[in-house]
């Protein structure tokens, strides 16, 4: 019973990975091939982290989940995950995303996504994360660099990122 247990926990969090990749590849246009930066990451990770000062959580989120929303930008957008439970609470490119614990989610090398945003959050307040993702559309894993910003006060990250090719 444990072994199917393992067994369809596996599957599901395979599931899981096709199904962002599919919707990532159906909800990011990309403008003309543009490609966002590490400093646009950046900034709008601050953004997004004084709007949830200026006006609230629940506000700042709503504002982040907009469709033409100033945090979905060239090829990229903002997300945002609460710290100590793990749980997505926004996503623009991914809506369905919002509420689920992602702690879980992992690169083909078995690096920890969500944990380690928050080892770079609880730490630093803010850096970057190297690991493996599929660009939208894609398959094969490529090097991905996500910014992570802790909101000042709060137990919430704001992360962005872009691919390294």
């Given at each position: 019973?444990?072994?199917?247990?393992?067994?369809?926990?596996?599957?599901?969090?395979?599931?899981?990975?096709?199904?962002?990749?599919?919707?990532?590849?159906?909800?990011i246009s990309v403008s003309a091939g543009e490609k966002a930066t590490r400093e646009e990451c950046i900034a709008k990770c601050k953004e997004a982290a004084?709007?949830?000062k200026t006006i609230g959580l629940d506000a700042a989120i709503a504002k982040i989940m907009?469709?033409?929303?100033?945090?979905?930008?060239k090829d990229t957008y903002v997300f945002c995950i609460h710290m100590k439970t793990g749980v997505m609470l926004a996503h623009?490119?991914?809506?369905?995303?919002?509420?689920?614990?992602?702690?879980?989610?992992?690169?083909?090398?078995?690096?920890l996504l969500t944990v380690g945003?928050?080892?770079?959050?609880?730490?630093?307040?803010?850096?970057?994360?190297?690991?493996?993702?599929p660009k939208p559309g894609?398959?094969?894993?490529s090097r991905k660099s996500c910014y992570v910003y802790r909101v000042p006060g709060e137990d919430l990250m704001m992360l962005s990122g872009i691919y390294q090719d």
């Open positions: 019973m444990k072994e199917q247990s393992k067994t369809m926990a596996a599957l599901m969090a395979k599931a899981i990975c096709v199904s962002i990749s599919i919707c990532m590849a159906v909800s004084a709007l949830v907009e469709k033409d929303s100033p945090f979905v930008w623009p490119a991914i809506p369905n995303m919002v509420g689920k614990n992602v702690k879980g989610f992992k690169d083909k090398n078995g690096v945003y928050m080892k770079i959050a609880n730490s630093k307040g803010e850096g970057w994360l190297d690991y493996e993702w894609e398959k094969k894993p």
